[in-house]
């Protein structure tokens, strides 16, 4: 269900009673369940529509039984309502099915009258089923009939408690929704393909970088994919919304002699505005010994091996505001230069030089000791979780999609040492997508079983992108970007094991969205510890287009999900631009238990840019900017509070911890504005904050303090932009 405004909070200790409490009811009723349901778990069937899909509820019992456990395919966990009649339970399908039986593996509280319903649009609905003698225990139903809503209607119970699901399975076939898509084919006019026999592979190159040099706004997108082999004298430029990535199944496999080069001449020599692009899978001799790449945020360098040093600042030693690094190796030193912050993570480096305000590597072979705040290094030895992001590789002739396997307390590349850990997973498995496909079409593939591969270009979805179905890859070419249109989601997805999102850009449509990008629906409270969800490279967009509008951009609710590497941005610039043009009140929401943020970048939101509702929670590097433009003090006042905070974590959680943490204020409009801290939290044993700073920028706006009450205010500092430290908190 879409947020309207601040969220029904998730539950401390959800987990605790999942895994406990549940077990220990299973035991104690043991003779009754075994009387009620197998002793294995669900197993889906081809024909299984319902597992893993969104389900809703008119009530729940307790935290531990939400809506979502009746169609989780285990029959440990259930769903159960308050103790009265008239209550239901309702399943979203993703798309319009035909419909054979549904089966209802009942807990002891289960229905005498019930009645099986049907809706297309979750609006109106029909009686499929309805009967006022319920047996209880594993009741089959034969239906039929067309819907992608199904929902158990309670009328009467046969007991004093509520309603009861252990599973709600909806049995049937999506085949009357069109003809099969086909999976794989080609990659469409923006993907341009090299082998080292290639011809005028620089002019081609150039070409391409002549039109995306200064388009920070267009609709242009583009990836340049090289086949394994060597490459000689090339000058790579990458421009707005390009990828250069190689396509051998480790870096080395492709060998560019020459450069990949981001610079800022298009701007003056500033690098602050060199957002959207991405370098992965090369091996890079640099000419002069030397690679630059001076980017800032939504600029990621992936799986990366330069065979010397890299420069992270543009000709000139101007400002950059960058950025990502990961899965890499840099022979040579890195030089950090002007670079502002910067995260690393899972990589081996020479050196690294300079530190500016803020420097964060976890995992990271080579990297400075910790010395935060002066030097302002925050090092972790390693990275807690971590699964590197899917990508598209050449087995001899054949295109595949690589996913490679989670690690934990992770250091170092996933090449260097072997053969990458991992699945292959052929592209005839993926619907490519291509400018012009529609919402509908992409849901059906997605319903058929296919994982998607944007290519490059500009989608308008007038529906939402249901990814229902668990291990779903979802991977974009050449910055890929959805703009929901008409005011809905522009993607969701199911409270599913190992969905991967990676490599596109949701950009806010001018009819205001609810939500952008929805991970879990609410209320989600499965185990995905094992096989996290994971978001990659993947970017969100209020404004700078054009007017966009959002309420709460991206909401994690899925329990164990990883965030690697996003930009969460309400535009500061471009066209669409205004206090209240591009409204956007909240960035990121979590309220799934043990979600770890690594490379967290969120800008400018009218409100909350990060609040945090789960448990457990961790973030490995954040980046933030409070709203320019605020008109005054009045705008942001929050309650008491003078401001609303750029991180946020809520009063009711007991655990949560963070490393290397930056807010800066540039309100310019009214540079009178005070802002009262940069990072609010609970004051609790379990609570922990490291390497904290928040900066003014040119004196335009002040923090009061770092974090709650603690840390000074930037105040005395003027116009120096001299950060505002603290170590650790509390």
């Not at 406990?20 to 003779?31: D, E, N, R, S, W």
């Not at 980017?295 to 505001?321: C, D, E, I, T």
């Not at 401001?643 to 959680?653: K, L």
Request: glycine content about 12%; charged content about 20%.
């Amino acid at each position: 269900m879409p947020l309207m405004g601040p969220p029904l909070r998730a539950p401390r200790d959800r987990r605790r009673v999942r895994r406990g409490l549940v077990g220990v009811i299973v035991t104690a009723l043991a003779a009754t369940l075994l009387a009620v349901i197998p002793t294995t778990a669900a197993q889906a069937a081809p024909a299984l529509l319902s597992q893993g899909k969104p389900a809703t509820a008119s009530s729940q019992e307790n935290y531990g039984t939400p809506a979502a456990n009746a169609v989780d395919g285990d029959l440990g966990s259930r769903w159960s309502s308050a103790a009265s009649d008239t209550q239901w339970l309702r399943v979203d399908l993703g798309s319009s099915a035909e419909l054979s039986r549904v089966v209802l593996r009942w807990e002891t509280a289960y229905a005498k009258a019930y009645r099986i319903e049907l809706s297309a649009d979750g609006k109106d609905w029909s009686t499929a089923h309805s009967t006022t003698n319920g047996s209880g225990g594993t009741e089959t139903v034969t239906v039929s009939g067309t819907a992608r809503y199904v929902r158990m209607q309670g009328v009467t119970r046969a007991t004093g408690y509520g309603y009861s699901l252990w599973e709600f399975q909806v049995y049937g076939s999506t085949g009357g929704g069109g003809p099969e898509l086909p999976g794989g084919g080609d990659l469409g006019p923006n993907v341009h393909v090299f082998d080292p026999s290639t011809p005028d592979i620089q002019g081609r190159l150039d070409e391409v970088f002549k039109r995306q040099e200064s388009a920070q706004f267009g609709s242009g997108r583009h990836a340049f994919l090289f086949k394994p082999g060597t490459y000689k004298d090339l000058n790579a430029q990458i421009g707005f919304y390009t990828q250069i990535a190689g396509l051998g199944l480790k870096p080395d496999d492709t060998t560019i002699n020459g450069d990949v080069t981001v610079d800022a001449g298009w701007f003056n020599g500033n690098a602050t505005q060199n957002f959207w692009r991405a370098a992965e899978n090369l091996a890079v001799s640099p000419v002069s010994g030397t690679n630059r790449w001076a980017v800032s945020q939504a600029a990621s360098f992936r799986r990366m091996h330069v065979k010397g040093g890299l420069n992270l600042a543009p000709n000139g030693y101007g400002w950059a505001s960058g950025g990502y690094i990961a899965d890499s190796k840099i022979d040579g030193q890195v030089g950090n230069y002007s670079q502002q912050q910067w995260y690393t993570r899972d990589s081996a480096i020479g050196g690294w030089s300079n530190s500016v305000w803020n420097q964060t590597f976890s995992g990271v072979k080579g990297a400075p000791a910790n010395s935060f705040p002066e030097p302002r290094y925050t090092t972790l030895d390693t990275t807690p979780i971590s699964r590197e992001k899917p990508f598209l590789y050449l087995d001899g002739g054949e295109y595949k999609v690589f996913a490679p396997v989670k690690r934990t307390n992770a250091r170092g590349t996933t090449w260097e040492d072997g053969t990458p850990q991992g699945e292959s997973i052929p592209l005839s498995k993926f619907y490519v997508v291509k400018p012009g496909a529609t919402a509908a079409t992409i849901n059906r593939a997605l319903a058929q079983g296919l994982h998607l591969l944007f290519t490059p270009g500009v989608y308008h979805v007038d529906q939402t992108i249901n990814v229902d179905r668990a291990n779903t890859i979802v991977l974009g070419l050449g910055l890929a970007t959805i703009i929901p249109d008409n005011g809905v989601t522009a993607m969701k997805v199911a409270d599913v094991d190992g969905v991967r999102l990676a490599g596109f850009l949701i950009d806010a449509g001018p009819v205001n969205s609810p939500t952008l990008l929805e991970i879990g629906p609410q209320g989600a409270s499965s185990d995905h510890a094992a096989n996290p969800t994971t978001v990659q490279d993947v970017y969100i967009r209020i404004g700078g287009a054009g007017a966009g509008k959002a309420t709460t951009s991206m909401v994690v609710n899925s329990d164990d999900a990883i965030i690697d590497h996003t930009w969460v941005w309400r535009a500061d610039h471009g066209e669409g631009v205004g206090w209240e043009t591009n409204r956007a009140d909240y960035g990121v929401r979590v309220n799934g238990d043990d979600v770890l943020a690594t490379g967290l970048f969120v800008e400018h939101f009218n409100k909350y840019d990060v609040e945090w509702y789960g448990e457990r929670g961790r973030t490995i590097f954040y980046q933030n900017e409070k709203a320019y433009d605020a008109p005054n003090q009045a705008a942001i006042q929050n309650g008491a509070t003078k401001g609303y905070a750029a991180y946020r974590v809520d009063d009711s959680v007991s655990t949560h911890e963070a490393w290397g943490l930056g807010s800066y204020c540039n309100y310019n409009v009214d540079p009178s504005i005070r802002q009262d801290h940069g990072f609010k939290a609970p004051v609790k044993p379990g609570v922990k904050f490291h390497s904290l700073l928040v900066v003014s920028l040119g004196g335009q706006g002040h923090y009061n303090h770092v974090i709650n009450n603690t840390g000074a205010s930037t105040e005395p500092g003027g116009t120096s932009t001299v950060p505002s430290t603290v170590v650790s908190y509390p």
